[in-house]
């Protein structure tokens, strides 16, 4: 793979970063780490959605709202999905 030509001052001399500057970047990159709340959180919604559509499922849409029909599905589908979206910000 070919390397790309380092930058250089108009005098010709090589840029050169900081060592903080280096730092700054490479945290930048990687991101702060998920609060510790994050992975359990993640984890209960997509099993309480689980759960949810299992149990429409189980009870004809009966429960576990009555009276809201196949709203259920939706529910617990809307309640994993917020739970698999966490996943996309997790580190």
Same mark, same amino acid.
């Given at each position: 793979?070919?390397?790309?030509?380092?930058?250089?001052?108009?005098?010709?001399?090589?840029?050169?970063?900081?060592?903080?500057?280096?730092?700054?970047?490479?945290?930048?990159?990687?991101?702060? @780490?998920? $609060?510790?709340?994050?992975?359990?959180?993640?984890?209960?919604?997509?099993?309480?959605?689980? %759960?949810?559509? /299992?149990? !429409?499922?189980?009870?004809?849409?009966?429960? @576990?709202? $009555?009276?809201?029909?196949?709203?259920?599905?939706?529910?617990?589908?809307?309640?994993?999905? %917020?739970?698999? /979206?966490? !996943?996309?910000?997790?580190?």
């Amino acid at each position: 793979m070919p390397v790309s030509k380092k930058r250089k001052h108009k005098d010709g001399t090589p840029v050169t970063r900081s060592k903080q500057e280096e730092e700054a970047i490479e945290a930048a990159a990687l991101g702060e @780490p998920s $609060p510790t709340w994050w992975a359990p959180t993640m984890v209960t919604l997509m099993i309480v959605g689980l %759960v949810l559509v /299992l149990i !429409t499922y189980l009870t004809s849409a009966d429960y @576990p709202v $009555p009276g809201i029909g196949n709203w259920n599905l939706a529910i617990g589908f809307g309640i994993a999905m %917020v739970g698999f /979206l966490m !996943t996309l910000r997790w580190r």
